[in-house]
């Protein structure tokens, strides 16, 4: 491989991070933005900042399975 090759392989490596990273901060502040909007009457940040902790358990698996989800997405898209 000459130095032409790497750079495009690297370039294109770089390229994937980007929409990943971004694929990932939309697919989080959707999720967050729904999950609140379902919970109208709780203020979610709220309990945790209070030590809610199943509050935080709920929030960290949402975060996490919507993670999963665009990880599989770019993966194989």
Same mark, same amino acid.
């Given at each position: $491989?000459?130095?032409?090759?790497? +750079?495009?392989?690297?370039?294109?490596?770089?390229?994937?991070?980007?929409?990943?990273?971004?694929? $990932?901060?939309?697919?989080? +502040?959707?999720?967050?933005?729904? +999950?609140?909007?379902?919970? =109208?009457?709780?203020?979610?940040?709220?309990?945790?900042?209070?030590? &809610?902790?199943?509050?935080?358990?709920?929030?960290?698996?949402?975060?996490?399975?919507?993670?999963?989800?665009?990880?599989?997405?770019? =993966? &194989?898209?």
């Amino acid at each position: $491989m000459d130095a032409q090759q790497i +750079f495009l392989a690297y370039l294109i490596t770089f390229g994937w991070a980007i929409v990943g990273s971004l694929s $990932m901060a939309i697919g989080v +502040f959707l999720a967050l933005k729904l +999950f609140t909007l379902a919970t =109208r009457g709780v203020d979610e940040w709220k309990l945790i900042k209070e030590g &809610n902790v199943p509050m935080a358990i709920i929030l960290a698996a949402l975060i996490l399975s919507i993670g999963i989800v665009v990880a599989s997405i770019t =993966r &194989n898209g």
